[in-house]
């Protein structure tokens, strides 16, 4: 697995679950996604290596999207974004801002990251739960670590896992 860095500049909650839940009419709904909470502005990155396959709007999902195709088959999608920073084609390291959460809500949805990850298969590109490459995932460190500071009001390097089932909105 080389999905190891976190999707945005600092940990955050996720305000949405992947999986089946009730939408907001009553009616049940699948997120193939996770939101996680983002300050207007954050900075998305790339969780991994690959090649950028897709910029721009989408019917689909809310701001742009952009999606990574990474190897062994696994691909990422970053919606909700303002502006971006890639072009279709390029090449990312893990790390490279992919854009940024814009200042107001598309569509008047929440200013979170829809972070996905899928895996492709004979029927196309399938989605997985991100919760678990999330809690593996590293953030990402303007400045090394103070190995002797004290951990007490330091938050959690991993975010808590979401619950299948539930919704957080």
């Avoid at 909470?37 to 991994?48: C, F, I, N, Q």
């Avoid at 390029?90 to 895996?119: D, K």
């Avoid at 809690?135 to 951990?151: H, I, L, V, Y």
């Amino acid at each position: 697995n080389d999905l190891l860095r976190y999707p945005l500049s600092e940990i955050s909650r996720p305000l949405t679950d992947f999986g089946w839940q009730v939408g907001p009419a009553g009616a049940a709904v699948f997120n193939s996604y996770i939101t996680l909470e983002a300050r207007p502005s954050a900075v998305v990155l790339a969780v991994g290596p690959g090649t950028v396959a897709f910029v721009g709007p989408n019917s689909g999902y809310p701001g742009q999207l952009v999606v990574v195709n990474h190897q062994g088959g696994r691909q990422t999608r970053y919606a909700n974004l303002g502006a971006t920073s890639v072009q279709r084609g390029q090449r990312v390291n893990a790390g490279t801002r992919l854009g940024t959460i814009p200042s107001r809500p598309a569509n008047g949805r929440s200013r979170g990251l829809w972070f996905e990850v899928r895996y492709n298969s004979s029927v196309g590109w399938v989605a997985q739960n991100p919760g678990p490459y999330l809690q593996r995932m590293e953030p990402a460190r303007s400045t090394p670590p103070n190995p002797t500071a004290p951990t007490g009001n330091r938050p959690s390097p991993r975010p808590s896992p979401p619950r299948n089932g539930s919704s957080n909105r």
